[in-house]
């Protein structure tokens, strides 16, 4: 199982981008799937989590501006990011719970490489 993010890229303060993960490879279903952003020198944080039934959560920093969503049959997870701001910079990872086979019952949590977002001022 492997996590694909695109997306990404350098903005101005204000402006708008989107991420986007796709999961590949054989697996059994796609729980809970989400979005966490690490800034240089600080620790990963969430920024977003969204349940196989489209329940969406989000970090307090980032609620109003940031849009999580999911298509279960393109096994992606989105974010949609607008009004950006300079302490938005950070590498975003996808991130997911997969079960990946019928038999097993629990689930194997796996990283997205990480993809660079740069908002500047």
């Known amino acids: 199982v492997q996590l694909q993010a695109s997306g990404g890229g350098s903005v101005q303060a204000g402006g708008s981008l989107s991420l986007s993960c796709a999961a590949s490879?054989?697996?059994?279903?796609?729980?809970?799937m989400g979005w966490y952003r690490q800034a240089p020198g600080k620790e990963r944080e969430l920024v977003a989590h969204i349940t196989s039934g489209g329940n969406a959560n989000y970090a307090d920093f980032v609620k109003g501006r940031f849009t999580i969503s999911r298509d279960n049959s393109k096994k992606t997870v989105s974010l949609q990011m607008n009004s950006l701001k300079p302490e938005d910079t950070a590498v975003y990872y996808c991130n997911a719970d997969i079960r990946r086979t019928y038999w097993e019952s629990r689930t194997n949590n796996y990283w997205g490489q990480g993809t660079e977002v740069t908002v500047s001022s």
């Open positions: 490879g054989s697996m059994f279903m796609i729980h809970a």
